[in-house]
């Protein structure tokens, strides 16, 4: 049986396919096992930078598996929720390339992405209560990525929207014509590469917090958690800024 993601390494980039087009993959459990598998192993191999999440097919996610039966799974079963924990708790940037409509849970594994180019022919949409499902957990997780007016449209109305109605209201950050996808996509690994890996780490944790404890909370996070010039990839970056040459953490070609 052919595994539904695929996954490979070239040049410091990790990148996951979902690869089930033929149920537009949707999240089968067989899929989320292997897609949390190329995570785990795309996160402990110390060479790898950047992770890129894409998809064939037309469709990158149809999200839930509505024809499996959900209450045959076993305890050791891998969750949707748990998959999407692991994104936004991941060291290294994740980077969507939504090459296909996300509806559903699909949608939000786009907009879970550190940053998600779109195709903008693609249609996304969180679209769940029209099935009469309250998706509180999925609202959790996004609560802190969406304004209020933006949440209250993408989950009450749970329209399948156009690509650029997505990037407004959050769900993605930009959408490109198909060719122009490949591009845009690796202009932000590009610029991902070049950041210093403890350092993104570092920062994302702090974008998440302060995002989540408001400003005051923001505040007291940054003047705990503040890296300086003394740190080991500060001084490096402040060398090769002085010596006109690529940092040591960007992979060389």
């Given at each position: ?48 930078r ?50 296909g ?59 399948m ?47 998440q ?43 060389q070609?």
């Amino acid at each position: 049986m052919t595994a539904p993601t695929s996954y490979e390494v070239t040049a410091g980039v990790a990148t996951i396919t979902l690869d089930a087009a033929a149920n537009r993959n949707a999240f089968s459990q067989a899929l989320l096992r292997s897609l949390m598998a190329d995570l785990e192993a795309a996160l402990a191999d110390g060479a790898v930078r950047v992770i890129v999440l894409t998809n064939t097919g037309t469709t990158f996610s149809a999200g839930a598996d509505l024809k499996e039966d959900h209450r045959s799974l076993g305890p050791d079963a891998v969750s949707f929720a748990a998959v999407v924990a692991a994104i936004d708790a991941s060291p290294k940037p994740i980077v969507g390339r939504i090459a296909g409509h996300a509806a559903g849970g699909g949608a939000v594994l786009a907009a879970a992405c550190d940053i998600a180019v779109a195709v903008d022919t693609a249609r996304i949409g969180i679209t769940e209560v029209r099935l009469g499902i309250a998706p509180v957990p999925v609202a959790a997780m996004m609560a802190h990525r969406m304004g209020r007016r933006q949440l209250f449209e993408a989950f009450l109305a749970a329209d399948m929207m156009p690509a650029a109605r997505a990037v407004e209201l959050g769900l993605v950050n930009v959408a490109v014509p198909a060719e122009h996808l490949d591009a845009t996509v690796a202009h932000y690994v590009d610029a991902l590469v070049k950041g210093a890996p403890q350092a993104l780490a570092a920062t994302k944790t702090a974008l998440q917090a302060m995002v989540d404890t408001g400003v005051a909370g923001a505040g007291a996070y940054a003047v705990a958690n503040t890296v300086g010039l003394g740190a080991a990839e500060a001084k490096e970056g402040v060398a090769a800024f002085l010596g006109k040459r690529p940092p040591a953490w960007v992979p060389q070609s």
